[in-house]
């Protein structure tokens, strides 16, 4: 927390301004465009999942559609694929970045419509908080005329090409759960591309109410709103944004002086000057599962909080039957990968004490 985030809940309070409506939700909003950059126009949601369900309404995507999703993320990339009895394709990762692999997702592309059912939209995570290669991906999107969905919910603060993430695709979704680089303790956003995109989004997700004096519905809505006391705390934390961005990535640094001498361990960063990342996580990769393992118990140990990077969509029980392209980049990276301790908040002790265990750890291989 920033220390303003108190006073604008505060003001909801005062205001008596507590429904999923009011100023703070509309400050919240109009703080993310600022940030966020010409052209982008956001409807505060209840999660990240909502704005990724809401994505994929207004793309159109229906029952037994196909949808392409990365494979090498957090399931809530792919569970409102199914909300919507839609199909996931799941598409393996490239090696730079550890994001959607184009080569594989044309492949996937082609595959699919050579089967007689062409994708209708594609969902396109930025993993830890690092840019995807969205000029190849927008090239395919655009070539194949499907909708692109951008993931965002690590990446509030990371650009490509100067141009913020959340704002590449057709449609982009933000996350402020607990775990991002601004909470708002639970809530999302939608990134829009117009107002009238917007306001769409807002009537779906505030139970798709018709204009009427009485209550009248001609589709489905949902309950997706932000809370103005929630958009309080998120008006604080943007005031914190840039400030918890400059800890992230020193933590990397830290981390990347750390790991300097050890050439059996591979520290995830940017590929390129065209990448910019928040560095939400830093992630490790070592040469095999088995000191993966024993790095991550030996800090276990020492009450220090490590954990394996995200176990890939199409190896989880819940979406194996669906299709997968690709090779083995998000497996390996599953099996070797190692998310360590990145917190806005560690003090110079707890670098102190990590240092401490990886340092003795490496000493007693």
């Not at 919240?28 to 309404?57: C, D, M, R």
């Not at 909708?147 to 100067?162: C, F, M, P, R, V």
């Not at 520290?267 to 095999?288: D, K, Q, R, T």
């Amino acid at each position: 927390m920033g220390g303003t985030e108190q006073k604008y809940v505060q003001e909801a309070f005062d205001t008596n301004w507590v429904a999923p409506l009011g100023p703070n939700v509309n400050a919240f909003e109009k703080g993310l465009e600022s940030y966020l950059g010409a052209n982008s126009h956001v409807a505060a949601l209840s999660s990240g999942t909502a704005a990724l369900h809401l994505a994929l309404i207004m793309a159109g995507v229906e029952s037994g559609d196909v949808v392409l999703c990365q494979t090498f993320t957090f399931s809530a990339s792919a569970n409102p694929i199914v909300y919507q009895s839609a199909v996931p394709v799941f598409v393996d990762s490239e090696k730079d970045t550890w994001n959607i692999c184009p080569n594989a997702l044309e492949a996937a592309i082609k595959d699919q419509i050579k089967k007689g059912q062409k994708p209708k939209a594609m969902i396109v995570v930025h993993l830890y908080g690092m840019p995807a290669k969205m000029n190849e991906i927008q090239q395919i999107a655009k070539k194949y005329e499907i909708t692109l969905i951008e993931d965002a919910a690590e990446a509030l603060g990371s650009n490509y090409k100067g141009q913020q993430c959340g704002t590449l695709g057709d449609v982009g979704i933000l996350s402020f759960n607990g775990n991002k680089i601004i909470t708002t303790s639970g809530g999302g956003a939608l990134v829009c591309k117009s107002e009238l995109e917007k306001k769409n989004a807002i009537f779906l997700a505030t139970q798709a109410r018709d204009e009427a004096p009485h209550y009248e519905h001609s589709q489905v809505g949902y309950n997706y709103r932000m809370s103005n006391i929630v958009a309080g705390i998120g008006r604080g934390q943007l005031e914190v944004l840039d400030a918890h961005i400059e800890n992230r990535s020193a933590m990397h640094f830290f981390y990347k002086a750390l790991f300097a001498n050890y050439t059996e361990v591979t520290l995830f960063e940017e590929p390129g000057e065209a990448f910019y990342s928040n560095h939400w996580l830093s992630a490790i990769v070592l040469p095999s599962y088995e000191m993966r393992e024993s790095l991550r118990l030996h800090l276990e140990k020492a009450n220090i909080e490590s954990r394996p990077l995200w176990k890939p969509m199409h190896l989880q029980p819940v979406f194996s039957k669906y299709a997968y392209y690709g090779e083995t980049v998000s497996e390996d990276l599953f099996q070797k990968g190692l998310c360590l301790p990145s917190g806005s908040n560690l003090t110079n002790d707890d670098r102190s004490r990590i240092k401490k265990e990886i340092i003795t750890f490496f000493e007693n291989q």
